[in-house]
């Protein structure tokens, strides 16, 4: 029968037409089944801006015969489109019983084959499945809400209901949680609200529930989803016979990794000692545990337990001591006030700071600053280039290798071919995926054209990418004489290293000594412009102004570029060209509502930077380009070195924008440098450090504090300025995230950072939520020796009255 033929109407009948084809006769369909389908599911401009798949019924047509051919151990059955649950229910059927499984397994992440899964293994035609996606079907299916609540759907849903237990005891992840669903959807939809009715209605097991959630409590699922259980119980409303039965479980939850799961067990106990049928010794033996735990208020209230079981049962006293033992450690100085009182030992004095100064540095002028640090370590053999090659297809975000691979290549180009062949199949994909972006798509171009592949090269383009295009052509071309390559890290280029390559190519393409001008580091310019001298061709005018030569009358592109290298913190080059770089860059930062209505951190420049009409200065997001960038394209640090203030300015305020576990790990482009090259920051650089301590992203985090820890090893980084700009974040300031984190550097830096703190604290409101975590490190730090508050803080501490934990703290500061 022919193609057409079959894909016509619905899918239904092309199901049906192809059941009445022979084995033979099916398998011999398959390529043009392929064909037709990748060729309908193909992503086009269906008329002008407006954008979808060529054919999508003709897609579902094909989508539906290939279901009912292909062999269970294609991984294209996973893409397919499946029309009805009907329709996999009758391939299914179709399928000898040893294939049934195996197809369902690879079939079970679809919504609609979950449901036709699920009800064939409801009447007996296919074995149980139980994978974890499996058990997310359970939630996309809740998500279904078809207008009715979901212990009504529950109901009727067959088996659900016992189906339900052994969902209940599996953690799941992403949305496929009960915490991660029930937090964006409506009361009546939430599985909780389900649970509390079925359980009223007695159509769920009450105490089989109860008992349920302390068993999963036990697990240390992650805390977000374990704090669903904790929830759950409480909601139950357990009975006080209940609690007395459970005190034991209770008990054993105080040695939770968790605090929140910790804090659950201790007011649980507390209700039941106060019902009056606490098991004393059982208490005590666990509570050590929360004592010593994170959490003030955890801890305070095991103490409180404690001291109330030993003040009524004397003989206990011993066993109780060793709870406010275990407390005499605790971070929080409260805890530890409680603790040594109840013993009557004197508490240990803490280790006296060594006396350290921190001054403000700032950054020296641009013709000072040292920027050669760390050479490139250059690849040059075939198979250095093409473990480099094979890093950047994993992850093109690394953009010193980028240099070093795009300046190594030129040297050894004959001798690749051979060396590169494990790596063009990566390198097909990538290069032939229609939405990848610009970088990516290079590197692969560049991959496949050094391996011996025919392969276009890149159009010529404008803006920031102009110039790595030239240097893919240049290498495909096999005319690569780059006088532009990078020598240290960071994009920097050693003036006197340029000069001598122009020296043997003064007839180098425009591109490359513009890209060149642009990357001339500050040191070694006295003895470059000596050495430029002997330059001859049509750059030497340009490069020995960039150097600090005679004024010229050129204004074309390489002549910005000389300018903009000269004054790198003119706003205007072409100015620069006329005798009027104008006053150096300040920067200013402030945090607020954007114009969506969204919280944004804007760092600003003045004077405000303009763009001559060139097709590349290094000034980042230029022009529009018609590949997505992405985030993490490493083109913000392979343009311009001067443009690293920039690009730190960029990155905060994305980080701050995007603070999402999940996502562009934009981190990567800015905070390494001052890992691998320290440099005193400027305000953006600052304010990129400040930002990534009140995140919720670990990787930046860590970054972040690492950076902080470097500059301040250095004294490269000033702690009032770091605290100005933990302040300009004030309002999105979360004191009990901030200081621990704060305190990880105080381990190291106890001085600098209670003068970070003495420049934040009087910056925030003294009804900020959860101040106190930094007035009690700052009071700690003061304790220790680290020094005094200034007469501003003082008396910002005045407004603090009442015996909230905030003013016992700010109390203890201002003594």
Known sequence: MHLDAILTGQPSEVLSRIFGLSPAERKALIPDLMAAFKDSREFIEIEPDTYGVRNPLKGQQAATALLAILPTSDPLLRKLWIATPTILERVLQDRPLAERKAMALRLIGHQTAWEAIRRMTLDGDLEPIRTPEYHAGWFRWAGRFGGKPLAERLRTEPEALTELWELLTLEGNGDASFAAFDKYVRDEDKWSTALLELTATGELDRTRLLDLTLDVLARDFAAFRAQWYAALHEALAPT??????????YARLCGSSLPRTVSFAVKALSLVDKQGTLDDEIALQHLPAAAAGRGATTAKLALKLAGRIADRRPELTDIANEVFEAALTHEASDVRALATARLGVTPETPDVIDTAEYPEPTRPPWDQR??????????????????????????????????????????VTGELQDALKPLVKRATKIAGEKHAAAVPKLVATLVLGLSGRDVACPPQVEGWRRPLHHRVNALLDGTARPVSAATHQGGWLD???????????????????????????????????SLASALTGPHADCIRYALGGPPIGDTGWTALAAARARYPESADPAAALRGDPGPPFTWTAKIGLNQYGLTSLDIDETPEAVSPKAPWLGVLFGSPAPEWLGFTECHEAVSSPYDRDHLEAAVAGNLLFNDFEVGYPVE???????????????????????????????????????????????????????????????????????????????????????STLDTLLPRLEPSHRGVFAL?????????????????????????????????KAASRLSR
């Open 240 to 249: 006080p016979d209940e609690r007395t039965t459970a005190q034991i479980r």
């Open 370 to 411: 040292k920027t050669l640090t760390i050479p490139l370590d250059v690849p040059d053999t075939p198979a250095a280039i093409a473990e480099a090659l094979s890093s950047l297809l994993a992850d093109p975000d690394q953009a010193d290798l980028l240099l070093a691979v795009l300046d190594g290549a030129h040297r």
């Open 495 to 529: 003036p006197v290293v340029f000069v001598s390559r122009m020296l043997e190519h003064p007839e180098a393409p425009e591109d490359d000594v513009a890209d060149a001008l642009l990357r001339l580091a500050p040191d070694t310019r006295p003895e470059a412009r």
């Open 668 to 754: 990567k482009a800015a905070l390494p440098p001052f890992l691998d090259s320290p440099s005193t920051p400027g305000l953006p650089g600052t304010m990129l450090i400040a930002t990534t301590l009140v995140l919720k992203r670990a990787a930046a985090v860590q970054l972040g504090m690492d950076a902080a820890l470097t500059l301040l090893d250095r004294r490269m980084l000033g702690p009032r300025a770091l605290g100005e700009a933990l302040g300009v974040l004030g309002p999105e300031l979360i004191p009990t995230r901030l200081a621990p984190r704060l305190s990880t550097i105080a381990n190291e830096h106890p001085i600098a950072i209670l």
């Open 775 to 807: 007035l009690e490190l700052a009071a700690d730090l003061m304790e220790r020796g680290a020094g005094t508050i200034s007469a501003e803080t003082k008396t910002w501490l005045a407004g603090f009255k009442g015996s909230s934990k905030a003013a």
